[in-house]
């Protein structure tokens, strides 16, 4: 069973930073690809970063420069460090997990950050920046 306990959210003002953690269990955390999505009011859920079991890593062009993601496979955790927050970046804030298939490598940058690639979902956390 695979389970994602997203922790770190809160309030913060604009200019500020906040680092969220995503810890995993139930799977062999190091043979599948990770990411952060987001989801504000009224709004779809939206791809914000991701990483894949070699590191590799892919941004929504919103966030590119200010936001990073990483793992640590000791610990099997996902973070997402968030530096010059906006209040755009208001929402909720979900981690996603899904198996690396055979075609990994040819498939998942193009669709790193879209919903369907992700088979597992956590539970969400909240991100609210203040003007």
């Known amino acids: 069973q695979v389970h994602l306990v997203e922790s770190g959210g809160g309030s913060v003002q604009a200019g500020g930073s906040l680092t969220l953690s995503c810890t995993a269990s139930?799977?062999?955390?190091?043979?599948?690809?990770m990411a952060w999505f987001r989801q504000a009011p009224g709004k779809e859920r939206e791809g914000v970063a991701g990483?894949?079991?070699?590191?590799?890593?892919s941004y929504a062009d919103s966030v590119r420069g200010r936001f990073t993601i990483s793992r640590d496979v000791n610990k099997n955790t996902l973070y997402l460090q968030m530096n010059s927050l906006k209040p755009e970046d208001t929402g909720m804030y979900y981690c996603a997990a899904a198996l690396e298939s055979a075609d990994h490598a040819t498939t998942w940058y193009v669709f790193a950050l879209e919903k369907f690639t992700y088979d597992y979902w956590g539970q969400g956390i909240q991100v609210t920046v203040s003007a």
């Open positions: 990483i894949d079991s070699s590191g590799i890593t």
């Open positions: 139930g799977y062999t955390y190091n043979t599948y690809s």
